[in-house]
């Protein structure tokens, strides 16, 4: 049996002696990962293997202005803890990941994104400085208007340009390798953010009928194309018919149908709602209405979260996708989504569909028994086949972990795998970080 002992260091000359000591490390944040099942960790090392889980909860932690416009944390601090200093400033977080109990370093490990990525943009854009313990133990610092000067790799094929993320780490800056790399490089302890300015947002929403049924997706898309040229929308996201059946309780369960909605500015919520039937002929002005944030925050919160204890509970892995596409691939999405749908119907098998709709960015969950999970890899595996061959990222904002491990592999040429082996070794040459992590399973 593979050997893991926990360590909670609560000093930073704690953390870096276990670095020194050259075990394996894997570093646990809030435990929120939907791809790496810390719970199932044992399974996925050898017999002789010795690792360190460590967590960071008990290192100090610090939340504090750096000036109106710059946040710095340090340690274990969440997504809500930071929204809640905020609170009566001027400027705000410019995201907002849905599972607000996630560490914001984690969040720099996983490149998360999230509601308001819509009207922002990825979280790469706005890290201005990071503290990282090398692989022997240093503590470093990294600057984000400083040019990366590691080894010159050759990842020209990267996707970066609209997506949120990229298949493997996009490389400019110094900070660069360590967003998204999911701690395969060192270990976060401190970050600085750029703010943004604080909005008072008003939520509404539309309600569609269900996507997977006749033709019903072409309107979702009419919708999309719509909001996606609308400046004053900071979030819109997706929650499937499905999906609200699912919840414990709420006006929408059982209505059959989907709710897409939007947080605007105040003031332009009437001209939007006017703008939104105008273009949509196919809705009715009953279709639109208001909802209180509270009621959609617990909604989105709510959906995600009991995916999550299904799994948990079912002792399953997870069954989800994470892809986003061009927007002229949004129907190849959809009738990807359909396919897939209607295969899992026939076998009696629930699912549901919900996410950042705005940014072509849906997350199809399904919710099988410890029997049906192999058939449920099988059809899994064919979506990824079909979808890939449209421009899309699969892999968004969750990370690759350990369950999205073989479709990384599958579609990151051999080339690219190297280049990234190259990466690996020269901040990690011992292998110390994140031993689970694609990096270390590179065979070139
Ligand atoms: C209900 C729900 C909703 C979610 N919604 C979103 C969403 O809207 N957007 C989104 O992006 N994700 C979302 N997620 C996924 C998850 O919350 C994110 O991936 C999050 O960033 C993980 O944070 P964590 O603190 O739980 O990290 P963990 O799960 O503990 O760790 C995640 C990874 O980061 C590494 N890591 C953690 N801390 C460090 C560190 N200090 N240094 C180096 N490496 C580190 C870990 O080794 C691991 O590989 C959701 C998950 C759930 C359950």
Known sequence: MANITTAFPYTLLELQELVVAQKKIIIKGAGTSTVLPFAQIEKYLNKNDQLFLVSIDNLSKEICLVDEQTLKISGAITWLEARQFL????????????????????????????????????????????????????????????????????????????????????????????????????????????????????????????????????????????????????????????????????????????????????????????????????????????????????????IPRKVADFISNNKLLKKGTDVQVNQNNVEDLFLSYIRMGKMLKQSNLRFLLFGHFGDCHLHFNILPTKEQSDWCDKILENFYDQIMKVDCMPFAEHGIGILKQKYWFKYVSKNEQKEIKRLKEWYDSKYIFNPLGYMSKIEI
């Open 87 to 302: 609170f009566e400033k001027k400027y705000d977080l410019p995201l907002w990941p849905t599972e607000t109990s996630a560490y914001i370093l984690s969040g720099l490990a996983t490149s998360a994104s999230g509601e308001r990525c819509f009207k922002y943009g990825p979280l790469r854009n706005y890290i201005n400085k990071i503290k990282v313990i090398n692989e022997n133990g240093k503590l470093c610092e990294y600057h984000a208007n400083k040019k990366y000067a590691g080894p010159k790799l050759d990842l020209s094929s990267n996707k970066i340009s609209y997506f949120k993320n990229s298949l493997i780490p996009q490389i400019e800056s110094e900070i660069d390798p360590f967003i998204g790399s999911e701690g395969q490089l060192g270990i976060l302890i401190e970050c600085q953010i750029k703010l943004v300015p604080k909005i008072k947002t008003l939520p509404f929403f539309v309600l569609l009928k269900p996507w997977d049924e006749n033709d019903n997706y072409k309107t979702h898309i009419k919708v999309l194309n719509w909001v996606r040229n609308q400046k004053d929308i900071i979030t819109c996201e997706m929650m499937d018919y499905l999906s609200l059946e699912f919840v414990s309780s709420s006006r929408f369960k059982n209505k059959k149908k989907d709710l897409i909605f939007f947080e605007c500015e105040d003031s332009s919520i009437q001209t939007l709602c006017e703008e939104l039937l105008e273009n949509c002929s196919e809705l009715e002005a009953q279709d639109i209405g208001q909802i209180e944030l509270s009621e959609l925050n617990s909604l989105r919160l709510e």
